[in-house]
C-alpha cells in the first residue's frame, strides 16, 4: 500500500532530472534581437492617423470630387430627413429628394468615415459639434 503512494514520487524524482546542457544563452539573445527588429520595423511603417485621414481624403476627393464641409453636410441631411419624415409626398417629390439624397451623399463621403475605436468622449465632442452645426 506505501509502494502506492511512493512510486509517483520515485518516477517524478527520476524523470525530472536537471539537464543543464539544453540550456543554451544565446538562443535568449537571438529572441531579443528578432524582437527589438520587429520593434523598430514596427515604427518605420506606422502612419500616423492625420496622415491616414489626409490620405483617405485626397483619395474621396480624386473619386467623388469638392466635398461639402461638416457643417454643409450634417446641415443638408438634417433638412432631407425632415422633408423626407412628411407623410404627404408625392411620387415626384420622394423621386426629387432621393437624388437629393445621392447628391448630398456623394459630396459628404469624406465625413462617413466611422471609427468603430471612438471613445466615449469622442462620441460625445461629435454630438456637440453636430449640435452646433444644427444651432
Known amino acids: 500500500m506505501k509502494l502506492r503512494y511512493l512510486l509517483p514520487f520515485i518516477l517524478m524524482f527520476f524523470s525530472c532530472e536537471n539537464n543543464t546542457k539544453n540550456l543554451q544563452l544565446p538562443a535568449s539573445k537571438k529572441i531579443q534581437h528578432k524582437k527589438i527588429a520587429v520593434h523598430t520595423a514596427h515604427k518605420e511603417s506606422y502612419i500616423s492617423e492625420k496622415k491616414e485621414k489626409e490620405?483617405?481624403?485626397?483619395?474621396?476627393?480624386?473619386k467623388y470630387g469638392q466635398q461639402f464641409s461638416f457643417c454643409e453636410?450634417?446641415?443638408?441631411?438634417d433638412s432631407l430627413n425632415k422633408a423626407l419624415k412628411n407623410k404627404k409626398l408625392t411620387d415626384?417629390?420622394?423621386?426629387?429628394l432621393l437624388i437629393r439624397f445621392d447628391e448630398i451623399d456623394e459630396k459628404?463621403?469624406?465625413?462617413?468615415?466611422?471609427?468603430?475605436?471612438?471613445?466615449?468622449l469622442e462620441r460625445q465632442r461629435y454630438s456637440r459639434k453636430v449640435k452646433k452645426c444644427l444651432q
Do not use: M, V, W, Y
Open 73 to 77: 453636410c450634417i446641415q443638408k441631411g
Open 108 to 120: 459628404c463621403q469624406a465625413f462617413r468615415i466611422n471609427n468603430a475605436n471612438a471613445t466615449p
Open 55 to 62: 490620405a483617405l481624403q485626397s483619395q474621396i476627393s480624386t
Open 92 to 96: 415626384n417629390e420622394l423621386d426629387r
